[in-house]
């Protein structure tokens, strides 16, 4: 199966390490040339600086979509429409109108549509989806998660804080994935609220976010997403019937990547402890890849990839609306 990635900066290049077996990439695309023809040449293949070539090669059959927020949706509903199987970095657009987009091209073209939320690939999330579907200690009564990064130098003057290319800030960037990863263990919310803080970077957009949900079953989740953290820190807590499930880290500067487990014992009191360490490299791009190619292989066309991005986009969305009310 011959591939393209547009977009060939740090996300891209990932991709394109972790391709899997049976996927060729024969083309890279970018408006950056000197960014373009690198990963060409390390990777032996085309560099071609119009994404609508791309989008208008038959020979390709599946793109890896890893631009800025602004070229997501028309890139993406180009190829879908071209019959073209698509991987598209979260959020997947700037907006849920935007998104729109996405899903009236699919109802027009059926393809396999994947949007980038490798977080649920990372060994921790993925034992902890485990031992959540066991249900050996009850069902999820809460979760808990934060997510902050010490952003670098001129951070504020990057792309992400332009509203035109970004569309939304740090709830947009980095609370996506952990709207996603809620979605992934205990399914959609349906009451919301939020605040949100422009308190460093940017008069633009937020730096900062901290929201609230809960659904039908009662279920509670509180997260909180901000750039001012001054040191990369990464946690999500699951509060079962009867256990506590810890996740620190991602590895690299996030720090190691564990899960702790709290079991509450019969007679309360403080719990037993279990660490489980996860040392390996980070794989999730490459299962992420992978699943993507079996979705392809299984002409998995179904939209329910795209109603759970579509999801997290509306939330952050709902979010910034309670904000526009707030004095």
């Not at 996740?247 to 702790?260: A, D, F, P």
């Amino acid at each position: 199966m011959k591939v393209a990635i547009i977009g060939c900066g740090l996300i891209g290049r990932k991709r394109a390490t972790f391709l899997p077996k049976g996927m060729e990439l024969a083309t890279v695309c970018d408006v950056n040339e000197t960014a373009g023809v690198a990963l060409a040449n390390n990777f032996n293949c085309r560099f071609e600086k119009k994404w609508q070539t791309v989008a208008n090669d038959s020979a390709i059959q599946a793109v890896f979509i890893a631009t800025t927020n602004n070229y997501l949706t028309p890139i993406g509903e180009a190829c879908i429409l071209k019959g073209k199987h698509v991987l598209i970095e979260k959020p997947g657009a700037r907006n849920p109108e935007e998104f729109q987009r996405l899903i009236d091209a699919h109802q027009k073209s059926p393809v396999v549509v994947r949007f980038g939320f490798n977080h649920r690939y990372h060994p921790s999330l993925l034992k902890a989806k485990e031992i959540v579907a066991s249900e050996v200690f009850g069902p999820v009564m809460f979760i808990r998660a934060k997510y902050g990064h010490g952003a670098r130098l001129g951070y504020g003057k990057e792309w992400r804080f332009n509203p035109a290319i970004a569309g939304g800030g740090e709830l947009l960037d980095q609370g996506s994935h952990l709207i996603d990863l809620t979605n992934y263990f205990i399914g959609e919310m349906d009451e919301v609220m939020g605040m949100t803080g422009k308190l460093f970077w940017s008069e633009k957009l937020e730096d900062s976010a901290c929201i609230t949900m809960r659904n039908r079953k009662g279920q509670l989740v509180q997260l909180s997403a901000t750039c001012i953290e001054w040191k990369n820190v990464f946690q999500f807590e699951i509060m079962c019937k009867t256990a506590k499930i810890q996740i620190n880290g991602l590895g690299m500067s996030y720090g190691k990547e564990t899960i702790i487990l709290y079991k509450m014992k019969p007679e309360m009191g403080p719990p037993d402890v279990e660490e489980i360490d996860f040392e390996q490299e980070d794989h999730s791009w490459q299962l992420e890849n992978e699943e993507f190619s079996r979705a392809i292989e299984k002409k998995d066309y179904s939209d329910k990839k795209l109603r759970e991005a579509k999801y997290c986009i509306d939330t952050v969305f709902k979010v910034y609306q309670l904000n526009q009310k707030q004095p």
